[in-house]
């Protein structure tokens, strides 16, 4: 097992990580921006390095600060937590190259597994469904004539990153072009890599995710699925887990095939399955996200096991001590994205408690939110035995945060849990008006 990491993020995040490592003994090393001086991470860490100026080109995506900080601590391993350099294949490579272990997937499985285009060819051969697609399209021309094929309306999808960037809906040839134009700028922007490929639009719905686990021996459990259809432009907005359009039958065998394909593909660490449920019950693969995903704490809550421990164990050799027979998936869980609506400082925080209940947060009185990063101020999670009574808790909650000084979205976190089509689990992706 390592005895120091380096967290190569910020945020809650960061702080996530921390505190895994504390409970395991092991020292941290954090690593913050000009602007981040007076970041909760860097209180909570053991060691802390300045790595540069505000923008994250200068700090939090600045690779040779990042190993160096790393090498200068006497640091065994990075964690990357995810967006940043979660996803670079280039910077795990380096890591090795300085022997430091990547607290992830190896650079050549990222780069295989990355390419949402090239990764759907290896999954046809695994038993799942893909969404009918093409290859990465070079050119306008070659877009209209794969659009054509698939048949309108079709999405438009950057190869690299995530986090709805690079992403389009695409009705009619002649939005096409204009639509090309955005979607390889702004992938080139976000990820470095303007690609995008075609696929066809499934049309209504829900975005459910299998959340999976692999270790060095080939090892794979599947911690259940995560319902991510309430989103706005194709961010996420709240997840539950199970998802309420998913009966056991389907879910058992999900978890079946999911855990084969993994296996097949060689992966090896956390990753998630990404799909569409078509309202015939139909589960279409979109893609795999090679990370720990943002709302992995709402499948902690579930499962009671530990993914960001899992991950650094995985990183270490340790074997997956449990079956997928021991996993626990009774109840129902909810996590809720608190989310700024603009910059400010933190006057006064009160965090909701009680049994089964958790706000993972950077957030401390006096903090002030910057418009360099993520919108993101912390996930509240709540967890009970019943959906019904889940949904309740989570009112409660929402009622009891109080975040002073900082605009954000709890009020329309609140509107949305007490919704009566959401309260009834009969959603879908156009619930915040996407389609």
């Known amino acids: ?22 409970e395991m003994g092991v020292a941290t090393v ?63 490579r380096l890591c090795r190259k300085n022997g430091l272990v990547f607290i992830g997937p190896d650079p050549e499985s990222m780069e295989r597994l990355s390419d949402k285009a090239t990764l759907k060819e290896l999954i046809r051969g695994t038993g799942l469904s893909v969404i009918p697609g093409t290859k990465a399209v070079a050119s306008v021309e070659e877009a209209k004539s794969a659009a054509a094929g698939l048949g309108y309306p079709v999405m438009l999808k950057a190869c690299a990153g995530g986090g709805g960037r690079g992403i389009r809906l695409i009705h009619a040839e002649e939005e096409l072009e204009e639509a090309y ?25 829900r975005h459910v995710e299998l959340q999976m686990l692999a270790d060095e021996s080939g090892h794979v459990v599947c911690l259940g699925d995560r319902d991510c259809s309430l989103q706005r432009r194709h961010q996420k ?21 999911a855990t084969e394909a993994v ?39 579930l499962t009671g096991i530990d993914l960001v421990k899992w991950q650094i164990r995985i990183a270490a050799g340790v074997p997956l001590q449990f079956t997928q027979e021991e996993i626990r998936m009774s109840g129902s869980a909810l996590e809720c994205r608190i989310n700024a609506q603009s910059c400010g400082t933190l006057k006064m925080l009160h965090i909701p408690g009680g049994p089964s209940v958790r706000f993972d947060t950077c957030l401390i009185e006096g903090t002030t939110v910057s418009p360099y990063y993520d919108a993101l101020l912390g996930k509240l999670v709540v967890f009970a035995g019943t959906r019904e009574e889940m949904l309740r808790k989570m ?36 619930f915040m008006g996407n389609g």
């Not at 991470?41 to 190993?67: M, W």
């Not at 390889?184 to 690609?195: I, K, M, P, Y």
């Not at 945060?401 to 009566?420: H, S």
Request: hydrophobic share 45%; glycine share 6%; aromatic share 8%.
């Open 1 to 22: 097992m390592f005895s120091k990491i380096l967290i190569a993020n910020r945020g809650e995040i960061a702080v996530r990580i921390i505190r895994a490592c504390k």
């Open 30 to 92: 954090a690593v913050y921006s000009e602007a981040d001086k007076d970041a909760l991470h860097v209180a909570l860490s053991d060691q802390s390095y300045c790595i540069g100026g505000p923008e994250a080109s200068e700090s939090y995506l600045n690779e040779e600060q990042i190993i160096s900080a790393a090498l200068l601590a006497g640091a065994q391993a990075i964690h990357p937590g995810y967006g940043f350099l979660s996803e670079n294949a280039h910077f795990a």
């Open 181 to 205: 134009l955005q979607a390889t700028a702004e992938a080139a922007s976000a990820f470095g890599d303007g690609r995008v490929y075609l696929e066809k639009y499934i049309f209504p719905a």
């Open 237 to 257: 907005l709240l997840e539950e887990t199970p998802s309420p359009a998913v009966h056991d039958a389907q879910r058992k065998r999900m978890i079946a095939l």
């Open 263 to 301: 296996k097949k593909i060689g992966y090896v660490g956390a990753g998630t399955l990404e799909f569409l449920l078509d309202p015939e019950g139909n589960f279409w693969f979109m893609e795999m996200n090679v990370r720990l995903q943002v709302e992995h704490c709402v499948t902690e809550m």
């Open 395 to 430: 009112r409660a909650s929402l009622c009891e945060l109080v975040i002073e000084g900082i605009p954000t979205n709890i009020a329309e976190q609140l509107r949305i849990v007490e919704d009566e089509r959401f309260a009834s689990g009969n959603y879908d992706l156009t």
